[in-house]
């Protein structure tokens, strides 16, 4: 497993990262799963064989979730 780290942008309130968060852990290829609203950093674990389809699945949940919000690997 290796970390990654994401800043996300266009999150509007405290509470919308929070609720991002806990649809994002339901994906079952990532793990240790944070949003910091404050510092606008998305963080995650993963295995490197399954970062693309983790990222894929991550981006789809965003999508559907919070429409406006971008993620960009730092």
Known sequence: MKDY???IEGLDCANCANELEESLRKIDLIEN???SFMME???FSC???N???ALKQIKKTI???EPDVSIEEV
Do not use: P, Q
Request: proline letters at 0%; charged letters at 45%; zero cysteines.
């Open 63 to 65: 999508k559907r979730e």
């Open 33 to 35: 799963v944070s949003i």
């Open 41 to 43: 950093r998305l963080t």
């Open 51 to 53: 970062l693309n389809s």
């Open 5 to 7: 780290k994401f800043k």
């Open 47 to 49: 295995n490197e064989d």
